[in-house]
């Protein structure tokens, strides 16, 4: 292993948007959505309004539809990774789109903005004179405790890299 100083991570990250649905729930929801709309609807095809059933099943086709669209965005994501001499974020979208911003961890500060009641809600990267938003895709405690992990890697690097001698 080499001791370069690039190669050294003080911090590296992937944050996913939070899906409380897992797959497995996600059939057995659409299991119980299906029956009770299918049960639901055999009585007014019995009366002779067989549309409703036609109207019934396709609210489970468009549930299902919906769900299936916020499944994909949770394939979005973005990378952090801090060294003694890069800052580097990434961000892929749900298709698999890349952007990637690099900044030098000596020139960087972290602006937080946070609501009293709610926690931290905006979470940025500031460095002469861009700005690039972080962590858009968690809720403000994770936030907040990603904030913290992410000033003491850049403390870290501020401080230089550490290159060890040969014994």
């Known amino acids: 292993m080499s001791d370069h100083p690039s ?23 659409m299991l119980g959505v299906g ?20 109207f019934m099943g396709l609210d489970v086709l468009l549930l299902y539809w919906a769900f299936r669209v916020n499944f994909r ?22 298709r698999g789109g890349r952007q990637e911003w690099r900044f030098n961890p000596a020139w960087v500060r972290i602006e937080r903005e946070e609501i009293e009641d709610f926690g931290v809600h905006r979470l940025a990267i500031v460095s002469r004179g861009r700005s690039v938003e972080i962590a858009t895709c968690l809720g403000p405690d994770a936030k907040g405790l990603f904030a913290e992990r992410l000033t003491r890697a850049l403390t870290e690097a501020r401080r230089g890299p550490r290159f060890t001698c040969p014994d």
């Not at 029956?35 to 036609?54: D, E, N, Q, R, Y």
């Not at 979005?76 to 749900?94: C, F, G, H, K, Q």
Request: proline share 8%; net charge positive; charged share 15%.
């Open 7 to 29: 190669e050294h991570r003080l911090l590296e990250q992937r944050l996913y948007p939070h899906r409380s649905l897992t797959q497995r729930g996600f059939f057995w929801f």
């Open 35 to 54: 029956t009770v709309s299918f049960l639901t609807s055999i009585p007014f095809v019995i009366l002779g309004a067989w549309p409703v059933a036609g």
């Open 73 to 94: 965005s949770a394939r979005a994501y973005e990378d952090v990774l801090v060294t003694p001499i890069e800052l580097l974020v990434a961000r892929v979208s749900p």
